[in-house]
T-cell receptor
């Protein structure tokens, strides 16, 4: 058990819809990272938050947004969903920044019908 | 730009045989390097990390990795593979600000009895 909690585990929805994925980091961790894992793209870094502030953006679409709240949990919002958004979405947390090891949740599997 | 290459998409070894998974990185400065393992349906688990110092690092589950700056490599090794080691293995590099992580495309390991 990594200590990182992601909900829901599975999500099935239709094209054009909007969903919110939730992540609770390990106790004491200030950094939260979001990743998308698909068969054709591999593990893609989306965005990084540290103590409530956005620190880096990766390959995140404009239809996607995220935030980290004062209690340090984070949410990833995906809107105007397309079939290609079907993937496993991972959240990872680390104590701080500076390349510290990340601890991954078990992911949310998103299926777009 | 930072990147990670895992040249072997899939490797099959016999139980008890030795293992080496290759990883090459591209990064301007001394990177932070990691190996993660992912079992089916699970998140990624940290095996080991290299920040500085001794270029041979020991990890969990009997794994080790060697950082070779001259070859820009960080290969993962295990002297004797167990059937439970069958999984997907990811090499990753992080900048020293730690704001972005870059993962390789992964190597799938099959262990035959």
């Amino acid at each position: 058990d990594s200590g990182v909690t992601q909900t829901p585990k599975h999500l099935i929805t239709a094209t054009g819809q909007r969903v919110t994925l939730r992540c609770s980091p390990r106790s004491g961790d200030l950094s939260v990272y979001w990743y998308q894992q698909s068969l054709d793209q591999g593990l893609q870094f989306l965005i990084h938050y540290y103590n409530g502030e956005e620190r880096a953006k990766g390959n995140i679409l404009e239809r996607f947004s995220a935030q980290q709240f004062p209690d340090l949990h984070s949410e990833l919002n995906l809107s105007s969903l397309e079939l290609g958004d079907s993937a496993l979405y991972f959240c990872a947390s680390s104590l701080g920044q500076g390349g510290q090891p990340q601890h991954f949740g078990d992911g949310t599997r998103l299926s777009i019908l | 730009a930072q990147s990670v290459t895992q040249p072997d998409i899939h490797i099959t070894v016999s139980e008890g045989a030795s293992l080496e998974l290759r990883c090459n990185y591209s990064y301007g400065a001394t990177p932070y390097l990691f190996w993660y393992v992912q079992s089916p349906g699970q998140g990624l688990q940290l095996l080991l990390k290299y920040f500085s110092g001794d270029t041979l690092v020991q990890g969990i589950k009997g794994f080790e990795a060697e950082f070779k700056r001259s070859q820009s490599s960080f290969n993962l090794r295990k002297p004797s593979v167990h059937w439970s080691d069958a999984a997907e293995y990811f090499c990753a590099v992080a900048s020293n600000t730690g704001n972005q992580f870059y993962f390789g495309t992964g190597t799938s390991l099959t262990v035959i009895p």
